[in-house]
């Protein structure tokens, strides 16, 4: 008994540190693992099920239409009727619920996202209304069969999925989680997410989401994009095999060339000059659909139109793009009723679709009905398809539906590639001789090439290479996809912006754009050019009033806080709710009844109840509004009688003459927070290097100083029009004629400018800021909240 009892004590005992060591190994994996791990599998294993959710509803609605169309058969007029009006329902609901739910979801997100990433805020663009707008928009649309794309509207998707699954996990563990710049990261690591799980794409996604939404990237984030990305892309395909759509685990568009011996040689030059047409061709779809969307918004007749009636736009599209792609008019021509995903599966076929350009040799199983025609051969489908295909692309992705644009312009490019890889098989019927062997054209490599080339014309990116190999589940055309990618992005660059860059344009986004090519001379333009030089700023001697006034005046976040109007030495910056809190402090309700106590103390009055009328009385002065200028609603008129107004309105001369006492003492800036080192640049700052700055930082804005003194401020506004060639705005100083012919190497400094230093470090070395006081900082930050 004594040792059954000295077992149970010592058990007791040891359980203790047990249970205590658990609790902690738990803290530590919630906050330790938690952190990054936990939510990266989370956002990983959502996003996954959302795509698949969303392939699934995608492929239901459009067998439904062939569905339709097929049961129809016997009336011809009735299969029309069944083919234009299913993708009309579709888009018109996908329009009207994304406009009345949340209007932010419309377009492809990617543009909006890469000025998110920037640091801009945009509001309601990652709020849940948005995410529920965004996925139901897009299936309807997908589901339409309108030639619109995935892959960057669900950048956005699991932008949102980031920014919900954040908040949900700072309402449960807050911490780390309630961190705005490790926010910023999670978002920089779901737009890898959002291509990885739409093209199980994992690696491409990562270099595809760093290329279009960042300038400059930290590495820090490289891993977690990989590995959500990953994630993402594994549980993507295992559902596939789970739903039995595959046997196991495959790349989505798999492809069988051969490996002993792709290509020659002797096709790289074709390969190049596939790459150099893509990349016009990427140029003239950009230029297209901003051309299309700029007509719509100066034509005002049409434009008022379209802002009545949102609908009719969308609708107006879809059915002329429905019965131009209607299988029996001119849909037999460009393989109308097969979905993106089955034409694209036959333009990658590794198989010849012709024997000296007629089609009789054509035996593609699956989808010979749709390409094979009795009377024309492979090559006038192909281009009927590519250049209705162009077109219809451009139009459809200017509709206010969720939609993305890849897609689309990825299949005009297989059709291209596939026009050229059937053109050298015709050219080059045994294929090209080497050593005595014979290897045949493979048709399917040139559509590889062709989609890579084309999208990253599109884009602007490098990476859809990356993202051809893990489409297709080969690397053996790796050389000819990357010269041709290479060539493409050149001559894309060199003509017009990206895709969405374009879009940013159009929707005038606070974006910084880039230095391209053919923008060296703006390397010699400094930043004394384009700065304005009319800066509103407070100094150490200025008055509340000051204070008031300039804030009436503008809207600006910062002001700028200098010695005297006479030195204009710039000492630091004040955010503008530190100058409301200040205002706040100096005329507020408390002070107010302080003096009108202490004047009726003085006078002997007790004419009124301080805390019954004289509240109403302080709570209805705003700091920003001139004195005495008070108003009362009617309501409040209505419930008080003539006496009490009588009473309440006797001490308002008073007030008035006190407000202007307060407003007429200096500013006590040791009631806020100042920061002393706002960012500057000097005069002779190039372009090129403040663009760099401004990039590498997300700066909104910077002072231009010099020796010191405040002699301008150069703003995002600024910068991004001097880049766009548009510096004769107004407060904008037009470039210099001879800004051109500076030499930008000269850094010499003349005497007059050291002794000018000489003397302000003499002068103000004993010159302090105010410091920040610890009673009176709580009380300016509990009336900036």
């Not at 000296?356 to 492979?378: C, L, R, T």
């Not at 400094?749 to 709580?778: A, C, I, Y």
Request: net charge neutral; with cysteine.
């Amino acid at each position: 008994q004594i040792f059954v009892l000295f077992c149970l004590y010592y058990t007791h005992l040891v359980s203790i540190p047990i249970s205590l060591c658990t609790s902690r190994c738990q803290k530590f994996l919630i906050s330790r693992v938690g952190e990054d791990w936990i939510f990266l599998i989370l956002l990983g294993l959502v996003m996954a099920l959302v795509s698949w959710v969303m392939d699934y509803a995608i492929a239901f609605c459009q067998q439904a239409q062939k569905w339709m169309y097929g049961g129809l058969n016997s009336n011809m007029l009735l299969q029309y009727l069944a083919w234009v009006t299913y993708p009309v329902v579709l888009i018109t609901f996908s329009a009207g619920f994304t406009q009345i739910l949340a209007p932010q979801a419309v377009g492809s997100g990617i543009p909006e996202m890469k000025t998110i990433l920037r640091g801009v805020v945009l509001k309601e663009y990652l709020t849940f209304k948005t995410f529920v707008a965004k996925v139901i928009g897009l299936t309807c649309a997908l589901g339409s069969g309108m030639p619109l794309g995935k892959e960057g509207p669900f950048v956005h998707v699991a932008s949102l999925c980031a920014a919900l699954l954040s908040k949900f996990m700072a309402a449960l563990f807050g911490g780390i989680y309630m961190n705005e710049l490790r926010n910023t990261e999670m978002l920089s690591a779901a737009c890898a997410v959002g291509v990885g799980c739409c093209f199980a794409a994992p690696i491409g996604g990562v270099l595809f989401s760093i290329e279009v939404t960042s300038t400059f990237f930290a590495v820090r984030n490289y891993w977690r994009g990989f590995f959500a990305a990953t994630f993402s892309a594994f549980i993507f395909r295992v559902l596939a095999v789970w739903n039995q759509d595959e046997e196991t685990i495959t790349a989505l568009f798999k492809t069988r060339f051969r490996l002993d011996f792709p290509f020659d040689l002797q096709e790289l030059p074709a390969f190049a000059i596939l790459g150099i047409a893509c990349g016009f061709g990427g140029a003239l779809f950009v230029y297209l659909n901003r051309l299309i969307v700029e007509c719509m918004r100066k034509q005002k007749t049409i434009n008022k139109f379209l802002l009545r009636k949102r609908l009719v736009f969308p609708a107006m599209v879809t059915l002329i793009i429905s019965t131009l792609t209607f299988p029996p008019g001119f849909g037999q021509f460009m393989a109308g009723q097969l979905t993106q995903h089955e034409s694209l599966v036959a333009l990658l076929d590794n198989r010849t679709w012709s024997r000296q350009g007629v089609a009789e040799e054509f035996d593609y199983i699956s989808h010979s009905h749709a390409w094979k025609h009795p009377q024309v051969n492979v090559f006038i489908t192909l281009i009927f398809f590519i250049v209705m295909k162009f077109w219809m692309s451009a139009v459809a992705t200017t509709m206010p539906v969720p939609c993305g644009a890849f897609m689309p312009v990825f299949l005009i490019g297989a059709a291209f590639g596939r026009l050229v890889g059937e053109t050298m098989a015709v050219m080059f019927p045994d294929g090209i001789h080497a050593d005595g062997s014979v290897y045949p054209i493979v048709p399917g490599g040139y559509a590889v090439v062709g989609a890579a080339a084309l999208s990253g014309a599109v884009t602007h990116t490098v990476s859809t290479a990356v993202i051809v190999f893990e489409l297709t589940g080969q690397i053996s055309h790796i050389l000819p996809v990357m010269i041709a990618v290479i060539l493409a992005n050149a001559v894309a660059q060199s003509l017009q912006p990206s895709l969405y860059d374009s879009i940013i344009r159009i929707k005038k986004l606070p974006y910084l754009p880039e230095l391209g090519m053919g923008h060296h001379e703006k390397y010699n333009i400094r930043v004394e050019d384009i700065m304005v030089r009319d800066v509103r700023y407070i100094t150490l001697s200025s008055s509340y009033r000051d204070v008031q006034e300039v804030l009436l005046i503008g809207q600006l976040k910062t002001l700028a806080l200098v010695e005297s109007t006479d030195s204009m030495i710039l000492l630091g910056s004040i955010e503008r709710s530190q100058l409301q809190s200040l205002l706040s402090l100096q005329l507020g309700p408390s002070r107010r009844l302080d003096h009108l106590r202490r004047h009726a103390k003085d006078n002997d009055t007790h004419t009124l109840d301080t805390h019954t009328h004289l509240s109403n009385l302080g709570n209805m002065d705003n700091p920003l509004s001139p004195p005495c200028t008070h108003t009362h609603s009617t309501s409040t008129s209505a419930r008080h009688g003539p006496t009490h107004w009588l009473r309440v309105l006797n001490p308002l001369p008073q007030i008035a003459e006190w407000e202007e006492q307060q407003l007429d003492e200096p500013v006590d800036f040791n009631n806020c927070k100042i920061d002393p080192a706002p960012f500057q640049l000097v005069e002779r700052t190039s372009l090129h290097k403040t663009h760099t700055i401004f990039s590498l930082l997300g700066l909104d804005h910077a002072y231009v100083t010099s020796t010191g003194r405040l002699v301008g401020v150069v703003s995002l506004r600024e910068l991004r029009k001097a880049i766009e060639g548009s510096v004769t705005v107004t407060g904008v100083k037009v470039r210099p004629p001879l800004a051109s012919f500076r030499d930008s190497g000269n850094n010499t400094t003349n005497v007059s400018e050291v002794t000018e230093l000489h003397k302000l470090w003499n002068r103000h070395r004993g010159l302090s800021l105010p410091r920040d006081p610890t009673p009176v900082k709580n009380i300016c930050e509990a009336h900036c909240n």
